[in-house]
Antibody, heavy 125, light 108 residues
Framework: QVQLQQWGAGLLKPSETLSLTCAVY????????WSWIRQPPGKGLEWIGE???????NYNPSLKSRVTTSVDTSKNQFSLKLSSVTAADTAVYYC???????????????????WGQGTTVTVSS | SSELTQDPAVSVALGQTVRITCQGD??????ASWYQQKPGQAPVLVIY???KRPSGIPDRFSGSSSGNTASLTITGAQAEDEADYYC???????????FGGGTKLTVL
């Protein structure tokens, strides 16, 4: 059974860089996209970005200038960095496994079937 | 388009059937996925693809789609189904993932 375990700093000051890592246990790392999602207090889910095992990425246009994701296939881990954080970045951050099959001829999206436990990140001076 | 629209709140009497809808142009090209989220917990995928349920999801949950609208139906709602429900898909370009704003389901 695949499990995702995530960790990272929970309290940041404005202008600092948020850094989170998610480890994949019990399943294949290749063949999937690995995604980051966040949820501000009392609000809905917001997609941050995704990366596959070969390092191909897509990012939310509203966050693209501040987001970097990476993979470490030797450790079955992927990471998120969000620079220049402000109070608006305060949220619970989740990692998730995303299933998508696509090529030049078709594109099937199957959602995010495995989620990490979430990390609460607070930005405050 | 990069938006998915959901009703903010829906209620259903215990044991009755409820439909939660999600509208967006990208749903003409992509199936919606549906997630259940209870307070303090991570979202759980309940429907994906063409009406597929992950292992462990009760068969009272089903999905359908028509045009630009996707629906999640709970047939015989139980008290434990009270939660927030989010739809999710890719945008029309396929390059980004989008979520609906969420629907709070109350079981009366």
């Amino acid at each position: 059974q695949v499990q995702l375990q995530q960790w990272g700093a929970g309290l940041l000051k404005p202008s600092e860089t948020l850094s989170l890592t998610c480890a994949v246990y019990g399943g294949s790392f290749s063949g999937y996209y690995w995604s980051w999602i966040r949820q501000p207090p009392g609000k809905g889910l917001e997609w941050i970005g995704e990366i596959n095992h070969s390092g191909s990425t897509n990012y939310n246009p509203s966050l693209k200038s501040r987001v970097t994701t990476s993979v470490d296939t030797s450790k079955n881990q992927f990471s998120l960095k969000l620079s220049s954080v402000t109070a608006a970045d305060t949220a619970v951050y989740y990692c998730a496994r995303l299933r998508r099959e696509h090529n030049w001829n078709y594109d099937y999206y199957y959602g995010m079937d495995v989620w990490g436990q979430g990390t609460t990140v607070t930005v405050s001076s | 388009s990069s938006e998915l629209t959901q009703d903010p709140a829906v209620s259903v009497a215990l044991g009755q059937t409820v439909r939660i809808t999600c509208q967006g142009d990208s749903l003409r090209s992509y199936y919606a996925s549906w997630y259940q989220q209870k307070p303090g917990q991570a979202p759980v995928l309940v429907i994906y693809g063409k009406n597929k349920r992950p292992s462990g999801i009760p068969d009272r949950f089903s999905g359908s789609s028509s045009g630009n609208t996707a629906s999640l139906t709970i047939t015989g709602a139980q008290a434990e189904d009270e939660a927030d429900y989010y739809c999710n898909s890719r945008d029309s370009s396929g390059n980004h993932v989008v979520f609906g704003g969420g629907t709070k389901l109350t079981v009366l």
